[in-house]
């Protein structure tokens, strides 16, 4: 049980029968944007990270949004937009 849960939160990487692929990170504003679609319910589930590194240290910023897109492609688009809104309205302090 509380591993269905679990996969259902973090998602098992398929949707569909189709495996999840990775992207390069965006560099935008000297912050590492990193879309993670995640699958949900045949749909994909807006999430990713959110990257600097700060004083020699690695900040991280990881996001799941309630939003889904009909395919993997839109939803990683759709994060990389609201990462660059995150980065411009909160700049280092996203990480605080």
């Known amino acids: 049980m509380i591993g269905k849960l679990l996969k259902g939160l973090f998602g098992s990487g398929e949707a569909g029968g189709k495996k999840s692929s990775s992207r390069p990170p965006e560099t935008y504003e000297g912050f590492e944007i990193i879309a993670e679609p995640k699958p949900a319910g045949g749909q994909w589930q ?12 690695r900040k991280v910023h990881a996001f799941l949004r309630a939003d ?22 909160q700049g280092d302090s996203i990480f605080t």
Do not use: F, L
């Open 46 to 57: 807006v999430a990713g990270r959110i990257e600097k590194s700060v004083s020699e240290e």
């Open 68 to 89: 889904t897109m009909p395919t993997e492609d839109e939803a990683a688009s759709h994060m990389v937009r609201k990462a660059k809104v995150m980065i411009d309205q």
